[in-house]
């Protein structure tokens, strides 16, 4: 029956979740600092890193001293975590896995954001064929398994740790591409986009300038909960003998050499497992964190 | 009197596909233009009117190439753009601006004031580089903006400013014709007056053209020189202001214009209400497109598609598309 009543749309509601005019980097930090258990795995993350590059330093035992006559001791002050079937301190090589571990977990994430991104964003920027080759790919690899597709790429590439990260990596990709490529779309169809087009500006800038800045958010968070995720496949795949090999102290590795104790000397299982735990946990405890910091809804 | 064309779009068609089915094939279009031709000389304000989904923004995409036309020929200065490549339509880019609706959303957050137009300026080369700071700062003051204000981010200022912004933006680059996308709709009605009037300033200033897209009616009678009517992607009436105003022609023209509210209290109305909603643009209707909701319609409307034409009576460039307009 009206005939004019065209209100006044705005689109602030998708603006807000991908770009947060009003947001910034110090308004997420205070979020973040509400959300306690974040904060506190943030901070932990931090103690984790220090650990991994002063810890080798402070134990006073090297984690390859193979030592017949401590084989096996339980838990003791002399050996906080007792020892493993080889007399080596279990604590120490916790201490020194934890680099190859965090090594692992970023650099697999890393490669998987460097591959994954660009992708993305190249695929929801230019949709049309590109898009559908490009998402088709990522469909398939979806598809696999993740277990299963990064047994296949590691035994592929063979048992090392650098295979495991190409290996993980590889399936991280799909994942970044299908986060860029969705908040891509979200603000590519923004009018400033839209303005900037106007003005001339060349793909590679508008992609480049104005897309990606306003895409970090979620592929930070996509990233933090991608580590933890890659941590624990990584130490799946060295416990299945794909990955780091003995006598590296990959808490994976250890957890396996130690599952033929695990009756006698639950301990050479024990501590690895743990350890493979908490820092998951970590990292997932701070990216929920990050998440809602970022995107508050 | 001899102008000279601006724009000239000729059966202008942009049919955005539907994708459906199994395989994702395309099953539909939405016909969101569906074959418009107008003109718009150098330094007149040509409106665009017509309620939401008539394919008025659409419209305006289209000629600047924001998406690309589906058929038909735009022509800037006699220069064909539709078909052109990419890179020489950036190129050519500088001299169609447009300034959008939604404040919020046509400024990029995460940029300062300045950094927004020096980015323009960058881009094409408007001034050398150790210039373009105090190109910015001086662009800035022309829309009504502080220096003090230069290196802030845009939240900080309100819708109003944010407008001011991105007209600033349009003209960093020395624009010929700038489309205006609903720029004051989304405006309260004292800043909308403010904005209205410092596009006028400017036009005056800069020797503008404007594509001025809107709704409301009140807006387009304060600014425009000549309006086109549009109703599902077709121009139903095309005329100079006054003769739009004093008479118009189309039912649908006439119905628009009955639905302006008038300042004057007790003043009986002859309100002329439209039936029904607008026809989806997927599918419409055979023949004049208005049929469904005329309340004049005859039995060829269903099926004749009226062209655009003048009458005697009518004042040069009046043209309505209607069998009956002479009989109503």
């Known amino acids: 029956m009206v005939i004019m009543n065209e209100s006044t749309p705005s689109s602030p509601e998708i603006a807000a979740k991908v770009a947060k005019p009003e947001a910034g980097w110090r308004l997420t930090y205070r979020r973040l600092k509400r959300n306690k258990a974040a904060l506190y795995g943030g901070y932990f993350i931090l103690f984790l890193v220090l650990v991994s590059i002063i810890g080798p330093y402070l134990t006073g035992y090297d984690p390859f001293q193979v030592d017949y006559s401590t084989k096996l001791v339980t838990p003791s002050a002399e050996h906080w975590f007792g020892t493993d079937h080889h007399g080596r301190d279990i604590f120490t090589r916790i201490i020194h896995g934890m680099s190859i571990t965090l090594y692992i977990g970023f650099s697999s994430v890393m490669l998987g954001m460097l591959v994954g991104v660009p992708m993305g964003i190249i695929s929801g920027y230019y949709g049309k064929t590109i898009d559908a080759v490009m998402m088709r790919i990522v469909d398939i690899l979806l598809a696999f398994p993740g277990m299963l597709l990064a047994i296949a790429l590691a035994s592929v590439f063979g048992g090392s740790i650098n295979s495991i990260i190409i290996a993980v990596g590889i399936w991280s990709v799909s994942h970044f591409a299908r986060v860029a490529r969705g908040s891509t779309l979200a603000v590519k169809g923004l009018e400033y986009i839209d303005a900037i087009r106007a003005l001339g500006a060349s793909d590679g800038r508008i992609i480049y300038l104005h897309i990606l800045p306003n895409i970090v958010s979620p592929i930070i968070v996509q990233a933090t909960l991608r580590i933890a995720i890659s941590i624990l496949i990584a130490a799946a795949l060295s416990f299945l003998g794909l990955g780091a090999q003995p006598p590296t102290p990959e808490w994976g590795a250890m957890l396996s050499a130690g599952r033929n104790y695990l009756f006698d000397y639950p301990h050479v299982a024990l501590y690895p497992g743990l350890a493979i735990t908490i ?6 405890i701070f990216g929920d964190g990050i998440r809602d910091a970022f995107d508050p809804r | 009197m001899e102008r000279k064309a601006l724009l000239r779009v000729e059966d202008l068609k942009m049919y955005f596909p539907i994708h459906g089915g199994i395989l994702g094939g395309v099953i539909n279009h939405v016909k969101a233009v569906d074959g ?8 007149e304000t040509v409106s665009l009117v017509g309620e939401s989904g008539c394919g008025k923004s659409t419209a305006g995409r289209a000629i600047l190439r924001l998406e690309k036309p589906t058929s038909g020929k735009v022509f800037f200065k006699d220069m064909e753009i539709t078909k052109i490549k990419k890179k020489q339509l ?33 881009i094409n080369k408007i001034v050398p580089g150790k210039d373009r700071r105090s190109k910015a700062i001086e662009l800035l003051e022309t829309v ?36 205006c996308d609903e720029a004051v709709s989304a405006l309260d009605v004292s800043i909308r007056a403010q904005i209205l009037n410092l596009l006028k300033k400017l036009q005056r200033e800069f020797q503008l053209t404007y594509l001025f897209i809107s709704h409301d009616l009140g807006v387009v009678r304060h600014i425009s020189d000549r309006i086109i009517v549009m109703y599902l992607g077709k121009i139903v009436e095309m005329a100079d202001k006054n003769s739009l105003f004093d008479n118009p022609q189309h039912p649908y023209t006439k119905a628009l214009l009955s639905a302006i509210p008038v300042p004057m209290p007790g003043k009986k109305l002859e309100r002329m209400v439209l039936a029904g909603d607008v026809p989806s643009p997927i599918d419409p209707p055979s023949g004049c497109r208005f049929h469904t909701r005329c309340p004049f319609v005859k039995d060829n409307c269903k099926t004749e598609e009226p062209i655009l034409r003048s009458a005697e009576n009518l004042k040069d460039g009046h043209m309505v598309a209607c069998h009956y307009f002479l009989d109503l």
């Open chain 1, 279 to 284: 820092v998951v946990l970590a990292f997932n």
């Open chain 2, 36 to 43: 418009i031709s107008f003109e718009i000389y150098e330094g």
């Open chain 2, 90 to 122: 950036r190129a050519i880019r500088k001299n169609m601006q447009i300034i959008f609706q939604d404040p919020q959303a046509s400024i990029n957050p995460r940029k300062k004031l300045t950094q927004i137009i020096e980015e323009a300026l960058y």
């Open chain 2, 144 to 179: 009504g903006l502080g220096k003090h204000q230069a290196d802030r981010h845009p939240h900080e200022f309100s819708g109003g400013q944010r407008q001011r912004i991105g007209i600033a933006r349009a003209l960093s680059v020395n624009p010929n014709l700038v489309i």
